[in-house]
C-alpha cells in the first residue's frame, strides 16, 4: 500500500499517480553504477590476458608436442629445435608477465 503524501490516500503498491488527487509518485532514482575512468581499464586488462593465455597455451603445446613429451616423432634438426629453445620460454615466461600484467592493470 502506497499512501499519498499530499492527500492521505490508499493507492496500490505498483501506482504511479494517486488515484484521488492524481497527484505523481516520486519515481526512486536508478542508481546507477559509479562510473571510474581508468587509465587501462577492465576491459583492455581481459583483452591483454586473453592474448597472454593464448601465448601460454601456445608455449605449452610447442614443449608437449615438439619437446618430445609424447611417443611421436619429434623433428630431429638442429637449426628448428635451436627456434624452439629460443621461442618457448619467450612465449611461456612472456605470457605468464603478460597475464599478471594484464591482471594488475585492470584496477589501474
Ligand atoms: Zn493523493
Given amino acids: 500500500m502506497k499512501r499519498c503524501p499530499y492527500c492521505g490516500y490508499a493507492n496500490y503498491d ?18 546507477a553504477p559509479a562510473s571510474r575512468s581508468f587509465l587501462f581499464g577492465p576491459d583492455k586488462a581481459h583483452t591483454l590476458r586473453s592474448k597472454a593465455l593464448s601465448l601460454v597455451v601456445l608455449g605449452l603445446m610447442m614443449k608437449v608436442l615438439w619437446g618430445g613429451y609424447g611417443p611421436w616423432p619429434v623433428p630431429d634438426d638442429a637449426a628448428l629445435n635451436s627456434v624452439r629453445t629460443l621461442i618457448e620460454p619467450l612465449f611461456l615466461t612472456g605470457g605468464l608477465t603478460a597475464y599478471c600484467t594484464g591482471w594488475i592493470l585492470r584496477w589501474i
Fill in 14 to 31: 505498483v501506482a504511479q499517480e494517486c488515484r484521488r488527487c492524481q497527484s505523481p509518485f516520486r519515481v526512486r532514482a536508478i542508481q
